[in-house]
């Protein structure tokens, strides 16, 4: 498929073959993403950030890979200000930021804001998050950490553990891997587990998840540990908030019964579903994962805005 | 034999094969409310149907053909329904109503934090994913649609 012009608004958008597609020319990136070599096929193209909300690590991941690829960058998060305050639509501010820049990078409260912003705009936007909605990116980069680290996501048993209700993101990395011939293990409380919808989802594409509260049971043969947040406000008390916490942070001890190449990754920022002393072991990825988000953005940037490496 | 629960009518439509239990949503969309009854109708709910083995509900408006809008909104709720136009007791024209596959205006999406619920200038669109009941997902936030017949426009 041909990347150029197009949004980026869903990781349910997209095929195996196209995910592949965008994951081989992330490899392709790594070296101009960590300043080893210089190139810039997008010199003089012009991203523009449009964050209606605070999320400073997207943003400047952003950022950083339109410049690492020669794109100059404009943020223009002040126009979301009139958006708001003199009542101006999202389809209008979109008109407006469409005439200042080649692609739009959206972050947004409200869900199907990116896809209502790819309507409006002439440019390519992708979606940087739109409230409970999706987060593309984080996606792409998630599977690229996995296909990096074990060579490919077929056959891995893969452990999501937390809070795998409410988390738009870990619902549609599920999905992904599903896609890709991952097994899956879902390790929540009952009150966070994955919803129906996404396990029936995911049981179309031939995956038949394994669901369970316990984290110790099924550690054992996990291959890829993938860590979610459990917030606070999901608990009307917080002595069960304490307790389900503990439950599921993860330290050496537990990681004791792991295999030796299982890996552990996180979306970041973590509060303490990881223990620090995890860090210094070959199992932590966390921070690995994070850097590819540098090569994913940068690759598609490059497809949308049809640059040539 | 052939039973008629309601009087024969001279002009207007019958709305048959309406999935039991649904007339009332049906009345909704037809816009019956207490100051807003221009004509007779006729309600049947739960009547045995010849058709299909099993129950339907019937409604019966006199004076009034429907809107093609209206139409489709009932396919929404009642997919297997039956238009039936009745002109001097005659039954001038039969048609099923339609469903889509994707379906633009007719309802709102159910999700509050939806974008398309935030005074944007597009209308809601969804894609039917099942159709007995039917089932929509809206094309922006992804989430299916709870009870259509609240959220129908
Ligand atoms: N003049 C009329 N007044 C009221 N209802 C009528 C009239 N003519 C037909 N109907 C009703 O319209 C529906 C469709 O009629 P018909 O095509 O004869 O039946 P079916 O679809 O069950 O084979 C039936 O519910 C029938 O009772
Ligand atoms: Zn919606």
Redesign the interface.
């Known amino acids: 498929m041909d990347f150029y012009d197009k949004d980026i608004v869903?990781i349910?958008d997209f095929t195996r073959d196209e995910i592949e597609q965008i994951l081989d020319l992330s490899e392709v990136m790594i070296p101009y993403a960590n300043g080893d070599k210089v190139k810039r096929p997008l010199d003089g193209r012009i991203l523009g950030n449009l964050f209606f909300e605070p999320s400073t690590r997207t943003k400047l991941s952003f950022e950083s890979a339109a410049l690492r690829l020669g794109a100059e960058v404009i943020d223009v998060s002040q126009m979301s200000m009139t958006s708001i305050s003199k009542g101006e639509?999202?389809?209008d501010t979109i008109r407006m930021v469409d005439t200042y820049c080649d692609v739009i990078v959206l972050r947004?409260?409200?869900?199907?804001?990116a896809?209502?912003a790819a309507?409006f705009s002439i440019n390519p936007v992708i979606n940087a998050g739109?409230?409970?909605?999706?987060h593309p990116t984080q996606t792409l980069l998630d599977l690229f950490t996995m296909r990096r680290e074990k060579g490919s996501i077929d056959g891995l048993n893969i452990v999501l553990v937390g809070d795998l209700k409410y988390g738009r993101t870990v619902h549609s990395l599920a999905d992904a891997l599903a896609m890709f011939g991952a097994r899956l293990t879902f390790v929540a409380p009952e009150s966070l587990q994955m919803p129906e919808?996404t396990v029936r989802h995911i049981g179309e594409r031939g995956c038949s998840p394994r669901k369970t509260d316990c984290l110790e049971e099924v550690i054992d043969d996990a291959d890829v540990l993938y860590v979610t947040r459990i917030q606070k406000e999901r608990f009307p008390d917080p002595d069960e908030y304490q307790k389900v916490a503990g439950m599921y942070r993860v330290d050496n001890a537990m990681l004791r019964e792991a295999k030796s190449d299982l890996i552990v990754m996180h979306p970041l920022p973590r509060i303490d579903e990881i223990a620090p002393e995890v860090d210094r072991t070959p199992h932590a990825k966390y921070f690995d994962q994070a850097f590819n988000g540098i090569p994913v953005r940068m690759a598609l940037l490059c497809a949308v805005l049809g640059g040539k490496m | 034999m052939k039973e008629f629960k309601i009087a024969p009518i001279r002009n207007g439509t019958v709305i048959d094969h309406i999935a039991a239990g649904q007339a009332l949503n049906v009345l909704k969309i037809l816009g019956v409310n207490e100051s807003n009854i221009g004509s007779t109708i006729s309600v049947a709910i739960r009547v045995q149907s010849k058709k299909e083995m099993g129950w339907k509900d019937v409604i019966k408006v006199e004076d009034r053909e429907l809107d093609p809008a209206t139409v489709d909104k009932i396919a929404l709720i009642a997919p297997d329904a039956t238009i039936v136009i009745i002109r001097d007791y005659y039954i001038a024209e039969k048609f099923n109503v339609a469903l889509a596959d994707h379906i633009t205006g007719l309802a709102r999406?159910s999700?509050p934090?939806?974008?398309?619920n935030?005074?944007?200038?597009?209308e809601p669109e969804f894609d039917v994913v099942n159709r007995r009941p039917p089932t929509l997902k809206?094309?922006?936030?992804?989430?299916?649609l709870t009870r259509i017949s609240d959220n129908l426009l």
């Open positions: 869903s349910r639509t999202l389809a947004h409260p409200h869900e199907g804001a896809r209502l309507k739109d409230g409970a909605g999706s919808d | 999406c999700n934090d939806c974008i398309t935030k005074g944007e200038p597009v809206c094309s922006y936030c992804d989430r299916i």
